[in-house]
């Protein structure tokens, strides 16, 4: 399990305050994902946050990330990223509904379109990222999204995520 400065919850997920991360709120069926699927017991299972007009997730990578010595590999910089925006996508449609995260079941998101701008080598240590809405139209969400490490933005994206409609969930899974 990687570590946050969120309080553990009874369920084994993580709580900012009184509010789930919205992987913890994701349906069964569609919790699998390898970045953010809390049901992935080999993934990396970030928790995404509501803060404020913002998101924030905190990510610490393991020794086996590693491109060149000390130095995080591009892929999952991308990864982290990209599991952050569909959070924080979830996140922004709930609050744009009038909804509060943890009130019911979060939408899912996927991605449509991904850009990752490699700013600086990202260090191996603990990513803060800060997401930020840019529009919502419809099932699309678009996220803008800064990850840093102790103050330094190193890398930055920009996502197109789009809801995934309800009857494509497979009960079965």
Request: hydrophobic share 35%; charged share 20%; aromatic share 8%.
């Amino acid at each position: 399990m990687h570590s946050s400065r969120f309080a553990p919850m009874p369920d084994g997920g993580r709580s900012a305050g009184d509010v789930p991360a919205i992987q913890d709120t994701y349906p069964e069926d569609v919790a699998h994902c390898y970045g953010c699927g809390r049901l992935n017991d080999v993934g990396h299972q970030i928790k995404t946050y509501p803060a404020g007009d913002e998101t924030i997730t905190e990510f610490t990578p393991e020794s086996y990330h590693m491109a060149i010595p000390g130095f995080a590999y591009g892929g999952l910089v991308a990864s982290i990223i990209d599991c952050h925006s569909t959070g924080s996508a979830a996140i922004f449609q709930m609050q744009h509904a009038g909804k509060t995260v943890g009130s019911e079941l979060s939408p899912r998101f996927v991605t449509a379109h991904l850009e990752v701008e490699y700013l600086l080598p990202t260090p191996l240590s603990e990513f803060q990222l800060v997401g930020r809405l840019i529009e919502i139209k419809g099932r699309k969400v678009v996220v803008e999204t800064e990850l840093s490490v102790d103050g330094t933005v190193t890398a930055t994206g920009s996502a197109v995520l789009v809801e995934i409609p309800e009857h494509l969930f497979d009960p079965k899974v």
